[in-house]
């Protein structure tokens, strides 16, 4: 039998939804409790105040695509799966977590300093993992450019679940032109 999500998940969820529609500012505690059905003080149990929840979603988010992001590579055989799949990882996380990517884009300059630094050492981590993938793909290829374009295909893939209707065909659309972004003479 499955077990019911735990209160403190579910308070990271909704506070996500919220501060996707509102904006971390636009958001109170006693929103995101009424959200959750528990009361604004109850939040405090699980998060000592909204900034440490903004920091907890946020910090977090970036450690599963990180995480995620290498035990993909791990997995994969050789570079051009290791590609493919990252591509997925990466669709299937844009198109589930659109709130989060969301909130990241507007509110990442409304964590502290410390949070702030944690975000942004993750995400380069993130993205050297897709630079080290495409010059192995492409030996010839300049990390800058293969940074570039890991970019770019994060750009495409981040802002299209805002508008995309239905799940699969978004995803298929999605890994294929990522994948025409990334190598785009084909080799991949």
């Known amino acids: 039998m ?3 999500p735990r209160t403190r998940e579910v308070v990271l969820r909704e506070a996500a939804r919220l501060f996707a529609e509102r904006g971390f500012r636009g958001t109170s505690v006693v929103d995101i409790g ?6 604004g003080p109850a939040v405090y149990k699980h998060f000592p105040n909204k900034d440490a929840l903004l920091g907890r979603l946020l910090v977090g988010i970036s ?3 990180l995480a995620g992001g290498r035990a993909v590579v791990a997995d994969a055989p050789d570079a051009r799966s290791a590609l493919h799949a990252l591509v997925d990882f990466h669709t299937d996380f844009a198109l589930a977590e659109a709130d989060v990517i969301r909130v990241q884009d507007r509110d990442l300059a409304s964590l502290n300093e410390r949070d702030r630094g944690v975000v942004r050492r ?3 981590s993130y993205v050297e993992l ?3 993938v495409l010059c192995r793909l492409e030996p010839s290829l300049p990390r800058e450019v293969a940074r570039l374009r890991a970019h770019a295909v994060f750009g495409l893939l981040n802002s299209t679940p805002h508008s995309a209707r239905g799940r699969a065909e978004a995803a298929r659309q999605l890994s294929a032109m990522a994948m025409r972004a990334l190598v785009p003479d084909g080799e991949g």
Do not use: K, Y
């Not at 009424?34 to 009361?39: K, P």
């Open 2 to 4: 499955a077990q019911p």
């Open 122 to 124: 993750l995400q380069r």
């Open 34 to 39: 009424t959200a959750c059905g528990i009361t």
């Open 63 to 65: 450690e599963q695509l």
């Open 130 to 132: 897709w630079t080290d």
